[in-house]
């Protein structure tokens, strides 16, 4: 089973294989800050990968498309940023994500 490490709050969760970032870690009672339907409009859930981008489902033309649309086309020349509601685990991840908190 995937296991996340989310910074600077410093958890860890195992995922199961194929979720996203973001409902595995909301799933274990923690919030991860949006602004849409998790639906990858907003990229408000965005995320760095610290270690293990290799390890999440590559990124879509929807993901692709709206990063371009919110933060311009320099943001996705960075592979390690991603959106936790669209990126699914297939592996070990470290990510980095403030605003992440107990709900
Ligand atoms: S929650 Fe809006 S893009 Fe991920």
Redesign the pocket.
Known sequence: MPRIRVEPIGIEIDAPENETV?DAVCAEGYYWP???A????????SMEVLSGVGRLTAMGRWERA?LVRQRGLRSIEDPRLR????ARVRGDVIVYKRGVEPE
């Open positions: 973001m949006v602004g849409c998790r639906n990858g409009e907003c990229t408000n859930c709206n959106l936790a509601c669209q």
